[in-house]
Structures are given as structure tokens and as C-alpha cells.
């Protein structure tokens, strides 16, 4: 038998009221950066300096426009199983160690913030463009700065156990 009190207060806790306070912080964050690129820097690329501009481009893929697609079936189906992933996210999250709790909030704050794109904007707005003369990284935004952070903490974290 499911007991709801004791499912409730695993998930009530001092540490998941903190990564709960990641989350919306890396949430708020990326929503204020995109709202400040969509209002001022939508229709030109900003060159910041050699090797960073602001260039406003949408998203319909994953990360860094893997999987993009015109398909509107295959835009729904990728963007349910985001949906699945960040659900299985925050369970593994309420599951783990303090260290691991961090690494998921960052993952989970940045998937929200471009989930919430995706769902508003049917895209994903990307606007860091770093480059070396020629050569140009993957468009990315704020929401992919704290995923990725996480993803690499949670990597070297395992690292460090072997």
C-alpha cells in the first residue's frame, strides 16, 4: 500500500526546498535572458567582442538543433519524451544524494526553461554564438549553460567515486 505521508515527507525536506530554489532561480534567469534577446536583438546579429555575439536563432531540435524538424508529428513526439525525461529527473532527484540533488536542480532549471519555450514558442530561442574566426560553436542559450553544468558536474562527481 502506497502510504502518501511518507512519500510526502521524503519529498518535503530542507535539501529539496533548496534545489527547488536552483531550479526557479536557473528558470527565472533563462526566461529574463531570452525576453531581453527577443525584445532587443531579434532582428540583427550584436557583436560583443572576437570571439561572442548575440545571434537570435530558434530551435526546433534538441540540444545544440540535433534532431530538428519541420515535422510537426516529430516535434510533438521529441517534445513528450523531454516531458518524460525531465519527469524521471525530478524523481531521481528526490531520490538522491545531496552532491546529486545540485547536479539534477541544474539539469532540471535549464530542461524547464527551454521546455516552457518549447511549448510557448513551439522553438527553442538560442542566442550565444561563440566562434574562432570561421569556426562557430553550436548556438546555445542560458537554459544549455546550466544543463550542461550539471550534466559535467554529475559526471566528474562519478569520476571521482572509481
Known amino acids: 500500500m502506497i502510504n502518501l505521508k511518507e512519500i510526502t515527507n521524503k519529498i518535503i525536506t530542507k535539501n529539496n526546498f533548496h534545489c527547488l530554489l536552483i531550479i526557479l532561480i536557473i528558470f527565472f534567469l533563462d526566461r529574463y535572458s531570452k525576453i531581453q534577446v527577443i525584445q532587443n536583438f531579434s532582428d540583427s546579429i550584436v557583436y560583443i567582442n572576437e570571439v561572442l555575439n548575440f545571434n537570435l536563432t530558434w530551435n526546433t531540435g534538441i540540444g545544440f538543433g540535433l534532431l530538428s524538424s519541420s515535422s510537426a508529428l516529430f516535434y ?87
Do not use: C
Open 76 to 162: 510533438n513526439l521529441i517534445s513528450g519524451f523531454i516531458a518524460a525525461v525531465i519527469i524521471l529527473l525530478i524523481i531521481i532527484g528526490v531520490n538522491s544524494d545531496k552532491i546529486d540533488k545540485i547536479t539534477f536542480s541544474l539539469i532540471i532549471g535549464g530542461a524547464f526553461g527551454n521546455f516552457y519555450d518549447r511549448i510557448v514558442f513551439n522553438a527553442v530561442p538560442d542566442f550565444i554564438d561563440f566562434h574562432l574566426e570561421n569556426f562557430h560553436w553550436f548556438t546555445f542559450n542560458v537554459a544549455d549553460i546550466f544543463i550542461t553544468l550539471g550534466v559535467l558536474g554529475y559526471l566528474v562527481k562519478g569520476f571521482q567515486k572509481k
